[in-house]
């Protein structure tokens, strides 16, 4: 039984910082390809990051481009996102999915992920 937990979330600051994890178990000597979202109340889950099992590569939305870091320690395995210059409309519930048989290219949709944590509220005042 795959299980995702994220922590992290809380409330910051415009302008601030804050760093999630998402710890993923119950799958060993698989590495699956990780993604956080964001639903924010009466939208939909809209991709923020991804990162491939390797970590060698990593993909952005264009909102969060250069303000958000994804990172993962296949050692712990966990995956971060570093986020930097939160501005209010960062505000939502994060969410971090893992991806073990979605096809190559589809990080962005959250429908080709596998497993999905419980999420953590993020919220950014102005």
């Known amino acids: 039984q795959v299980q995702l937990v994220e922590s992290g979330g809380g409330l910051v600051q415009a302008g601030g910082s804050m760093r999630l994890s998402c710890v993923y178990s119950?799958?060993?000597?698989?590495?699956?390809?990780m993604g956080w979202f964001r639903q924010a109340p009466g939208k939909e889950r809209d991709f923020v990051a991804a990162i491939t099992w390797s970590g060698d590569n990593a993909y952005y939305a264009d909102s969060v481009k250069g303000r958000f870091t994804i990172s993962r320690d296949n050692a712990k395995n966990t995956v971060y996102l570093q986020m930097d210059g939160l501005k209010p409309e960062d505000t939502a519930v994060y969410y971090c999915g893992a991806q073990y048989y979605g096809p190559a290219g589809s990080y962005y949709r959250s429908g080709a992920y596998d497993y999905w944590g419980q999420g953590t509220q993020v919220t950014v005042s102005s």
């Open positions: 119950g799958r060993p000597g698989s590495t699956p390809g």
